[in-house]
């Protein structure tokens, strides 16, 4: 068991281009979401996906922003036109059947 | 709509002291609640977890939360601080009923642990 793991760790853009995260959950887990985490603040929820569907997302989900998990494992989370306020961490974590979240590292974008 | 509220942003102990870091949630349902531990440019680590059934609950590294239904608390204990436990504490919640699985965090409760 490898854990969950997040690419890259740190990403530093500047505003307006386009960033995109990479999460690979624990094998054979099929729920994986997506939180962002701001400093001084705990997660707030992003997104959700049961295998390949994507079935919640939060209003802090901006339609600059875009998750995807096409063959129900790894997901990607992408950012355009990235704003000084999307600086934050974003967290990965996936469950088995939703009960307990593995987080994965985390990655820390700065935005300029 | 849940929320949890963490009583103080930091808290400090001395190394062997008792910790006490507070936690009370809001839900309309009876809730799945957790505890989490983030240690500085790290992802978020369960503790513990209360689910059903015994109301305190031991997790990992000598810590252990009571549900308290009557108080809607879940506050998290340690007889004996250790230097090694100085980081960050998240108390979630996850509703038990819908919102498939989301977890609500808490603001986060930063220890210190001082010799």
């Known amino acids: 068991d490898t854990g969950v793991s997040q690419d890259p760790r740190h990403k530093i853009t500047k505003r307006g281009q386009n960033v995109t995260f990479r999460c690979d959950p624990i094998?054979?887990?099929?729920?994986l979401y997506w939180y962002r985490q701001t400093l001084g603040q705990g997660p707030e929820f992003l997104t959700y996906f049961q295998n390949e569907a994507q079935l919640e997302k939060s209003r802090l989900l901006s339609d600059r922003f875009s998750a995807e998990r096409p063959k129900g494992s790894f997901s990607t989370l992408e950012i355009q036109r990235t704003e000084q306020g999307d600086s934050a961490m974003y967290l990965c974590?996936?469950?088995?059947?939703?009960?307990?979240?593995?987080f994965g590292p985390g990655t820390r974008l700065l935005v300029l | 709509a849940q929320s949890v509220t963490q009583l103080g942003s930091h808290v400090s102990v001395s190394e062997g002291a008792l910790v006490l870091l507070r936690c009370n949630y809001s839900?309309?349902?009876?809730?799945?609640l957790f505890w989490y531990v983030q240690y500085p440019n790290q992802g978020l680590q369960l503790l513990l977890k209360y689910t059903t059934g015994a109301t305190l609950v031991k997790g990992i590294n000598g810590f252990e939360a009571e549900f308290k239904k009557s108080e809607t608390s879940f506050h998290l204990t340690k007889p004996s601080a250790h230097m090694s436990d100085a980081a960050e504490y998240f108390c979630a919640v996850r509703p038990e009923a819908g919102g498939y699985n989301k977890l609500i965090f808490g603001a986060g409760t930063r220890l210190a642990v001082h010799p």
């Open positions: 974590a996936s469950s088995p059947r939703g009960e307990t979240q593995y």
């Open positions: 839900s309309s349902v009876p809730p799945y």
């Open positions: 094998s054979e887990h099929n729920r």
